[in-house]
Structures are given as structure tokens and as C-alpha cells.
């Protein structure tokens, strides 16, 4: 079974600096893309960052020059730098996989974790 295992969020105050990781596991034979996404209490989930086969990162503007996307094919994890944090970026975390699975007749699908909650205090 396909798990994405976020870790590192916690609180913080506005100025500082969080990592969060993702590890995914289960049969895996191929990951397509890797990403992060925030959803605020009240708002729709949004993209934070995604990466395309380790070749290309998009982020939304708002992470724009505040966090970094990295990913590990070979450990099959990916990481989320952010630095700058202000009080809006609180928000709980989620990973997010287009991968394919052993034994899933080669179908790519997507996959979320359980999220994990960063607050920035002002």
C-alpha cells in the first residue's frame, strides 16, 4: 500500500524558517511528479510547489523566493524549504504523488498524505 509520510511542521514565529519532508513507500516502481500542498482553515487546498521528474519546479507565486522544493528519486522523498514564513502561510501541509505502483497495471495515480500543520505566529 502507497503511503507519503509528511514530517517537520510545527510552530514558528513570522520570520523564520521550517523544512517539511515527505516520504513515500509501498511498491513503488515509478514517481512521475512530487508536491506540496497548504490548505487554511476555511479556504480551498492550493498549490505550494510541484516537481516534474526532478527536471522542472513550478511554485506559486506566493512561494516565490521564500521556499524551495527539492526531491530525492532515489530515497523517493521530497523536501520543502521555507523560509520567510509569515502568519498566512499557516496552513496544514500536504504531500501529493503522481507515482505508479507495482501490481497496478501500470496506471499512474495520485496520492495525498495526512498532511502536516505549520502555524506561523505573528
Known amino acids: 500500500q502507497v503511503q507519503l509520510v509528511e514530517a517537520g511542521g510545527g510552530l514558528v514565529q513570522e520570520g523564520g524558517s521550517l523544512r517539511l519532508s515527505c516520504a513515500a513507500s509501498?511498491?513503488?516502481?515509478?514517481?512521475?511528479?512530487m508536491g506540496w500542498y497548504r490548505q487554511a482553515p476555511g479556504k480551498e487546498r492550493e498549490l505550494v510547489a510541484t516537481m516534474m521528474n526532478g527536471i522542472s519546479t513550478y511554485y506559486a507565486d506566493f512561494a516565490k523566493g521564500r521556499f524551495t522544493m527539492s526531491r530525492d528519486d532515489a530515497k523517493k522523498t521530497a523536501s520543502l524549504q521555507m523560509d520567510s514564513l509569515k502568519p498566512e502561510d499557516t496552513a496544514v501541509y500536504y504531500c501529493n504523488a503522481y507515482l505508479m505502483k507495482s501490481n497496478d497495471d501500470l496506471r499512474v495515480r495520485e496520492y495525498w498524505g495526512q498532511g502536516t500543520q505549520v502555524t506561523v505566529s505573528s
Open positions: 509501498g511498491g513503488i516502481i515509478t514517481i512521475n511528479s
